[in-house]
Every structure is written in C-alpha cells, then in structure tokens.
C-alpha cells in the first residue's frame, strides 16, 4: 500500500526555501508545486 507521492529532500528544502527565504505564502507555493499545506507546513517545521 503506497503513502502518497514521495518527494526528495531537496525538493522539500527548496518549497520550504521558497516560504521562508523568500516570502512566498505557504498556500502559492503548494498550488504551485501541487502539494498539500499540510506537506509544506510540516516540511518547515522539520526543516
């Protein structure tokens, strides 16, 4: 049984890059890159 769509950490440290480095809202950068908030909110807590 697969968890969802795997990412690799320099994808993750790069969409956490584009929130935190360069302002980017957490909600443009999911849409963008087609990942949950969810996702993105926890990557930048682990990151």
Do not use: C, P
Request: charged share 35%; proline share 0%.
């Amino acid at each position: 049984m697969s968890k969802g769509k795997r990412y690799t950490e320099e994808f993750k440290v790069e969409a956490v890059k584009q929130v935190t480095e360069r302002g980017h809202s957490v909600y443009d950068v999911a849409n963008r890159l087609g990942i949950s908030v969810k996702s993105l909110y926890d990557w930048r807590a682990k990151y």
